[in-house]
């Protein structure tokens, strides 16, 4: 059981990493396409907290999109470090389960 729920949280980090890349990626995209509208970064700042924050980070320099961005340069590093513990802690307490020395 431990193991599945292992390789599920390591295929949902990536997942979201990805999603998270290509959702800098579509967002510059229509940045550049309607030059009047701006795009929010409420979304980028879910997905970095659902786990996604390196993503976004790496993109945003890859891309060289948003780096003026004060909020998002200043809070995506902090959310990277969170999750990056929460991980940790996730995997360090076998997921909240109490797994008995006798089995």
Do not use: C, W
């Not at 999603?19 to 929010?40: A, D, F, G, P």
Request: hydrophobic share 60%; proline share 2%; glycine share 4%.
């Amino acid at each position: 059981m431990l193991i599945f729920l292992r390789i599920a949280l390591v295929t949902y980090v990536i997942a979201i990493n990805v999603y998270s890349y290509m959702l800098v990626l579509t967002q510059k995209k229509q940045m550049e396409e309607h030059l009047k509208s701006s795009v929010r970064d409420s979304k980028l700042f879910i997905s970095g907290l659902l786990g996604g924050a390196l993503g976004v980070y790496v993109a945003m320099f890859a891309l060289s999109f948003r780096l003026q961005n004060l909020p998002l340069m200043v809070l995506m590093p902090i959310l990277i470090v969170l999750n990056i513990y929460l991980i940790i802690l996730a995997f360090i307490n076998n997921f909240g389960f109490v797994v008995s020395a006798f089995i």
